[in-house]
Every structure is written in structure tokens, then in C-alpha cells.
């Protein structure tokens, strides 16, 4: 299932500073070849600037540190922004699909903390967001589960953009 992001142009993505990054997985596959077994490896990245801007990234290589590399160099490329209210939280509740994987991110009372699992975790704070309640539904396949995410996040909408896509005035 594919799914259109709204990522930020390559020239705005490039000009960031102060990206923080989370490695959240690598899977290790093996081909089995006549001299034995050929391991590649693939790196999942997270990363942000724990002010509203996240991305992820995927990187494939036969060496580790190669893998995370072309994953780190895949999440300037898909960088998102996410809309943030004054307490640290999202403006509304979302849900986001990937695969089999869903993920319902709900808005949370300053002081409750970012209660998600690892990937969830992983995107929501990358992303700045200080307080929010998940739920995954479905397979936790940690791949599935941040694309969801990224799903998810793509789909909140400030008051004011509501409010000039539907051209009315919201009180």
C-alpha cells in the first residue's frame, strides 16, 4: 500500500541543523551462495529537529555501518512537518494506516509524557511532541509501525488550516 506524504522540499530539508537521529532497527538477511552465506543488512533512522520537523529513512548495504549510512542520507529526503500546539501535544486525534499495521495517536494533558512504544516513541519525539497517548493495532512490525506514524502525523491540520480549507471563520 503506498501512501503520499507531503515532505518538505529537498532545499528546505537540506538547510536544517540540530537533527537529532535514533536508529530504530536493522534486519540482517542471508543468501545462500556456493562459498556459503552472503549477510546484507537494512537500517531503519529516525530523525528531527525536536521542533516539528521528522523524517525516516531506510538504507540497505552489506556492511552495518554502510546501511545506516544511506538510512540517515533517505531521512533528509523524506522529511515531514508536524503541527505542534502550545502545550507539546498534536492539535487533534489521528489515526494512521501502513500495511497492517495502524497506529491512533490521541492529544495529552501537559505533564503526561509521551506514552507510546519504541517506534512510536521514536517518531514522536524526534518530532517534539511532549505529551501524547498511541495505540498500535495490528502487526508491530517496527517498519510498518513508523510509516504509520508518519501516516498518522501527515493528516493533522492546525485550526487556522481547517479553517481556510472549509472558508470559514472559526472562533
Not at 40 to 63: D, H, M, P, W, Y
Not at 101 to 115: D, E, K, N, Q
Not at 131 to 141: D, P
Amino acid at each position: 500500500m503506498k501512501t503520499k506524504f507531503n515532505y518538505l522540499d529537498t532545499t528546505e530539508a537540506s538547510q536544517l541543523d540540530g537533527l537529532s537521529e535514533v536508529l530504530i532497527q536493522i534486519n540482517r538477511s542471508a543468501a545462500v551462495v556456493k562459498g556459503g552465506r552472503r549477510f546484507s543488512f537494512a537500517a531503519l533512522t529516525v530523525s528531527g529537529n525536536r521542533g516539528g520537523i521528522v523524517g525516516q529513512g531506510f538504507g540497505k548495504a552489506r556492511q552495518v555501518p554502510n546501511a545506516i549510512e544511506k538510512a540517515t542520507k533517505d531521512t533528509r529526503k523524506h522529511m515531514i512537518r508536524v503541527p505542534l500546539t502550545e502545550g507539546g501535544t498534536i492539535p487533534h486525534e489521528v489515526n494512521g494506516r501502513y500495511c497492517g499495521s495502524m497506529v491512533r495517536l490521541i492529544p495529552a494533558a501537559p505533564g503526561t509524557g509521551v506514552i507510546a512504544g519504541s517506534s512510536v516513541r521514536a517518531v514522536c519525539e524526534m518530532a517534539g511532541v511532549k505529551n501524547i497517548l498511541s495505540k498500535a493495532y495490528g502487526s508491530t512490525n517496527p517498519v510498518n509501525l513508523v510509516k504509520a506514524t508518519f501516516h498518522a502525523l501527515t493528516q493533522l491540520r492546525t485550526k487556522e488550516q481547517d479553517a481556510a480549507l472549509r472558508g470559514v471563520d472559526l472562533a
